[in-house]
Protein backbone atom coordinates (compact mmCIF):
# COMPACT_ATOMS: atom_id res chain seq x y z
CA UNK A 1 0.00 0.00 0.00
CA UNK A 2 1.78 3.96 -1.07
CA UNK A 3 -1.32 5.34 -0.11
CA UNK A 4 -4.48 5.43 2.37
CA UNK A 5 -6.77 7.65 2.85
CA UNK A 6 -9.30 6.80 5.48
CA UNK A 7 -13.20 8.75 5.95
CA UNK A 8 -11.43 11.56 4.96
CA UNK A 9 -13.46 14.98 5.20
CA UNK A 10 -13.50 18.84 4.29
CA UNK A 11 -15.57 21.63 4.59
CA UNK A 12 -15.74 25.20 3.66
CA UNK A 13 -18.10 26.97 5.88
CA UNK A 14 -21.21 25.07 5.56
CA UNK A 15 -20.09 23.36 2.10
CA UNK A 16 -19.14 20.21 2.65
CA UNK A 17 -16.48 19.42 -0.24
CA UNK A 18 -15.41 16.02 0.89
CA UNK A 19 -17.91 13.45 2.51
CA UNK A 20 -16.22 10.31 4.18
CA UNK A 21 -13.46 9.59 1.94
CA UNK A 22 -11.69 6.55 1.38
CA UNK A 23 -8.92 5.54 -1.38
CA UNK A 24 -6.25 2.96 -1.40
CA UNK A 25 -3.23 3.02 -3.77
CA UNK A 26 -0.92 0.63 -4.31
CA UNK A 27 3.03 0.41 -5.05
CA UNK A 28 3.03 1.05 -9.05
CA UNK A 29 -0.62 1.64 -9.49
CA UNK A 30 -1.92 4.07 -11.78
CA UNK A 31 -5.04 5.05 -10.05
CA UNK A 32 -7.93 7.32 -11.63
CA UNK A 33 -10.08 9.98 -10.06
CA UNK A 34 -13.08 11.22 -11.92
CA UNK A 35 -16.07 13.38 -11.20
CA UNK A 36 -18.07 16.33 -12.78
CA UNK A 37 -17.01 19.94 -11.67
CA UNK A 38 -17.12 20.21 -8.11
CA UNK A 39 -17.47 16.88 -7.47
CA UNK A 40 -13.94 17.58 -4.98
CA UNK A 41 -11.15 16.37 -6.89
CA UNK A 42 -9.11 19.51 -6.30
CA UNK A 43 -9.91 19.64 -3.16
CA UNK A 44 -8.97 15.92 -2.62
CA UNK A 45 -5.44 16.30 -3.93
CA UNK A 46 -4.67 19.64 -2.35
CA UNK A 47 -5.39 17.51 1.05
CA UNK A 48 -3.00 14.41 -0.29
CA UNK A 49 -0.26 16.80 -1.42
CA UNK A 50 -0.39 18.88 2.29
CA UNK A 51 -1.50 22.17 0.19
CA UNK A 52 -5.19 21.61 2.60
CA UNK A 53 -5.67 19.85 6.26
CA UNK A 54 -8.47 17.53 6.30
CA UNK A 55 -11.34 18.35 9.24
CA UNK A 56 -11.87 14.56 9.82
CA UNK A 57 -9.77 11.49 8.77
CA UNK A 58 -6.93 10.08 8.51
CA UNK A 59 -3.67 10.05 5.72
CA UNK A 60 -1.13 7.27 5.75
CA UNK A 61 2.00 7.30 3.31
CA UNK A 62 3.70 3.76 3.22
CA UNK A 63 1.97 2.90 6.58
CA UNK A 64 3.14 6.84 8.18
CA UNK A 65 0.49 8.66 9.50
CA UNK A 66 1.50 12.43 7.60
CA UNK A 67 -1.82 14.30 9.03
CA UNK A 68 0.29 17.02 10.10
CA UNK A 69 3.00 17.10 8.17
CA UNK A 70 3.29 19.91 5.63
CA UNK A 71 3.36 20.05 2.06
CA UNK A 72 7.56 20.42 2.34
CA UNK A 73 7.53 17.56 4.84
CA UNK A 74 5.34 15.33 2.38
CA UNK A 75 7.34 16.07 -0.69
CA UNK A 76 10.54 15.32 1.27
CA UNK A 77 8.75 11.40 1.90
CA UNK A 78 8.27 11.34 -1.98
CA UNK A 79 5.08 12.80 -2.96
CA UNK A 80 5.11 14.94 -6.21
CA UNK A 81 2.64 17.21 -7.86
CA UNK A 82 2.28 17.96 -11.42
CA UNK A 83 -0.56 20.97 -11.93
CA UNK A 84 -2.77 21.70 -14.45
CA UNK A 85 -1.39 25.00 -15.34
CA UNK A 86 2.83 25.26 -16.63
CA UNK A 87 4.72 27.11 -13.29
CA UNK A 88 7.66 26.89 -15.31
CA UNK A 89 11.18 28.90 -15.88
CA UNK A 90 10.42 30.39 -18.98
CA UNK A 91 13.85 31.57 -19.37
CA UNK A 92 15.62 28.37 -18.31
CA UNK A 93 16.63 25.53 -20.62
CA UNK A 94 15.55 22.11 -20.12
CA UNK A 95 18.72 21.81 -18.65
CA UNK A 96 18.60 24.24 -15.99
CA UNK A 97 15.41 23.50 -15.14
CA UNK A 98 16.03 19.81 -14.42
CA UNK A 99 18.80 20.77 -12.59
CA UNK A 100 17.01 23.51 -10.19
CA UNK A 101 14.57 20.55 -9.34
CA UNK A 102 17.58 18.54 -9.16
CA UNK A 103 19.59 20.49 -6.14
CA UNK A 104 16.55 19.89 -3.87
CA UNK A 105 17.70 16.30 -4.16
CA UNK A 106 21.46 16.97 -4.09
CA UNK A 107 20.58 20.53 -0.89
CA UNK A 108 22.42 22.65 -3.41
CA UNK A 109 20.80 26.14 -3.27
CA UNK A 110 19.98 28.33 -6.09
CA UNK A 111 22.85 30.50 -5.49
CA UNK A 112 25.18 27.53 -6.89
CA UNK A 113 23.48 26.67 -9.76
CA UNK A 114 26.52 27.95 -11.61
CA UNK A 115 28.48 25.08 -9.74
CA UNK A 116 25.36 22.42 -10.71
CA UNK A 117 26.57 23.08 -14.75
CA UNK A 118 29.51 21.74 -13.87
CA UNK A 119 28.90 18.84 -11.55
CA UNK A 120 28.85 15.28 -13.76
CA UNK A 121 26.42 13.57 -11.74
CA UNK A 122 23.61 16.33 -11.38
CA UNK A 123 24.40 16.15 -15.65
CA UNK A 124 23.99 12.77 -15.61
CA UNK A 125 20.85 12.30 -13.77
CA UNK A 126 19.59 15.49 -15.77
CA UNK A 127 20.26 13.78 -18.87
CA UNK A 128 18.57 10.60 -17.77
CA UNK A 129 15.23 12.40 -16.87
CA UNK A 130 15.62 14.53 -20.43
CA UNK A 131 15.54 11.21 -22.15
CA UNK A 132 12.94 9.32 -19.30
CA UNK A 133 10.35 12.35 -20.17
CA UNK A 134 11.19 12.36 -24.69
CA UNK A 135 13.21 15.96 -23.69
CA UNK A 136 16.51 14.85 -24.86
CA UNK A 137 16.71 16.78 -28.23
CA UNK A 138 15.73 19.54 -26.49
CA UNK A 139 18.06 19.43 -23.22
CA UNK A 140 19.26 23.17 -24.34
CA UNK A 141 16.34 25.14 -25.32
CA UNK A 142 14.85 27.38 -23.36
CA UNK A 143 11.15 26.48 -22.16
CA UNK A 144 9.83 29.79 -23.74
CA UNK A 145 10.58 27.92 -27.48
CA UNK A 146 8.97 24.56 -25.94
CA UNK A 147 5.42 23.29 -27.06
CA UNK A 148 2.71 23.38 -24.80
CA UNK A 149 2.73 19.39 -25.03
CA UNK A 150 6.63 19.94 -24.56
CA UNK A 151 6.24 22.12 -21.55
CA UNK A 152 3.51 19.75 -20.02
CA UNK A 153 6.55 16.49 -19.84
CA UNK A 154 9.30 19.15 -18.82
CA UNK A 155 6.89 19.69 -15.80
CA UNK A 156 6.57 15.82 -15.52
CA UNK A 157 10.26 15.72 -15.71
CA UNK A 158 10.66 18.62 -13.11
CA UNK A 159 8.21 15.97 -10.14
CA UNK A 160 10.67 13.13 -11.05
CA UNK A 161 13.92 14.58 -10.40
CA UNK A 162 13.64 14.01 -6.57
CA UNK A 163 13.08 10.74 -6.89
CA UNK A 164 9.24 10.37 -5.71
CA UNK A 165 7.34 7.61 -4.53
CA UNK A 166 3.98 8.98 -5.88
CA UNK A 167 2.94 11.46 -8.60
CA UNK A 168 0.27 13.42 -8.20
CA UNK A 169 -1.34 14.67 -11.90
CA UNK A 170 -3.51 17.26 -11.86
CA UNK A 171 -5.31 17.40 -15.53
CA UNK A 172 -1.91 16.35 -17.54
CA UNK A 173 -3.79 16.36 -20.86
CA UNK A 174 -5.53 19.22 -20.66
CA UNK A 175 -5.69 21.81 -23.22
CA UNK A 176 -3.56 19.77 -25.62
CA UNK A 177 -3.81 18.72 -29.16
CA UNK A 178 -4.67 14.73 -30.47
CA UNK A 179 -0.96 14.83 -31.00
CA UNK A 180 0.38 15.69 -27.34
CA UNK A 181 -2.47 14.04 -25.60
CA UNK A 182 -1.07 10.41 -27.40
CA UNK A 183 2.73 11.88 -26.76
CA UNK A 184 1.61 12.13 -22.91
CA UNK A 185 -0.45 8.96 -22.41
CA UNK A 186 3.23 7.09 -23.56
CA UNK A 187 4.96 9.17 -21.34
CA UNK A 188 2.82 8.54 -18.14
CA UNK A 189 2.41 4.77 -19.39
CA UNK A 190 6.54 4.79 -18.81
CA UNK A 191 6.79 6.52 -15.49
CA UNK A 192 3.95 4.22 -13.90
CA UNK A 193 6.51 1.53 -14.17
CA UNK A 194 8.60 2.98 -12.09
CA UNK A 195 6.54 5.19 -9.75
CA UNK A 196 2.98 5.15 -8.11
CA UNK A 197 0.47 7.85 -9.93
CA UNK A 198 -2.92 8.96 -8.78
CA UNK A 199 -4.44 10.92 -12.22
CA UNK A 200 -7.19 13.83 -12.16
CA UNK A 201 -8.08 13.81 -15.45
CA UNK A 202 -11.63 15.02 -17.43
CA UNK A 203 -10.77 13.21 -20.68
CA UNK A 204 -12.44 9.60 -20.29
CA UNK A 205 -10.07 8.00 -23.35
CA UNK A 206 -7.20 9.19 -21.09
CA UNK A 207 -8.25 7.50 -18.15
CA UNK A 208 -9.70 4.03 -19.77
CA UNK A 209 -5.85 3.93 -21.33
CA UNK A 210 -3.45 4.71 -18.60
CA UNK A 211 -5.97 3.51 -14.46
CA UNK A 212 -6.00 0.62 -13.60
CA UNK A 213 -8.43 1.36 -11.11
CA UNK A 214 -11.15 4.13 -11.25
CA UNK A 215 -12.61 6.24 -8.24
CA UNK A 216 -15.87 8.28 -9.20
CA UNK A 217 -16.77 11.29 -7.05
CA UNK A 218 -20.20 12.95 -7.04
CA UNK A 219 -20.62 15.92 -4.65
CA UNK A 220 -17.57 15.22 -2.34
CA UNK A 221 -18.60 11.25 -2.14
CA UNK A 222 -16.89 8.51 -3.49
CA UNK A 223 -19.89 6.52 -5.63
CA UNK A 224 -17.98 4.22 -7.01
CA UNK A 225 -14.52 1.82 -7.50
CA UNK A 226 -13.92 -0.47 -10.74
CA UNK A 227 -11.36 -0.90 -13.64
CA UNK A 228 -12.06 0.91 -17.12
CA UNK A 229 -14.52 -2.01 -18.06
CA UNK A 230 -16.47 -1.75 -14.83
CA UNK A 231 -16.85 2.08 -15.22
CA UNK A 232 -17.74 1.92 -18.21
CA UNK A 233 -20.84 -0.57 -17.76
CA UNK A 234 -21.87 0.96 -14.38
CA UNK A 235 -25.38 2.69 -14.89
CA UNK A 236 -24.54 4.75 -11.64
CA UNK A 237 -21.99 6.32 -13.29
CA UNK A 238 -23.13 6.77 -16.50
CA UNK A 239 -26.25 8.77 -15.15
CA UNK A 240 -24.64 10.86 -12.55
CA UNK A 241 -21.37 11.95 -14.99
CA UNK A 242 -20.89 10.53 -17.90
CA UNK A 243 -24.95 11.96 -18.61
CA UNK A 244 -25.96 9.12 -20.55
Same mark, same amino acid.
Request: glycine share 6%; proline share 2%.
Given at each position: ?????????? /??????? *???? &????? =?? !???????????? @?????? %?? =?????????????????????? $?? @????????? /???? &? =?????????????????????????????? $??? +????????????????????????? &???????????????????? @????????????????????? +??? +????????? $?? %???????????????? %? *???????? !?????? %????????? +?????
Amino acid at each position: MSLSLNNINK /SFGNIKV *LNNV &NIQSH =SR !ECLGIIGPNGAG @KSTLFK %VI =SGNLKQDKGDIYFNSLNINNLN $IN @KRARLGIAQ /SFQK &N =SLFLEMTVKESIMLALSHKYKITFKMLNSL $ISN +KAINNDAMEIAKDTGLYDYFDTKSD &NLSYGLQRQLELGIAISCSP @KLLLLDEPTAGMSPAETKDII +KLI +KNLSAKYSI $II %VEHDMDVIYELANRIY %V *LDRGSLIF !EGDAKA %VKNSELVQN +KYLGI
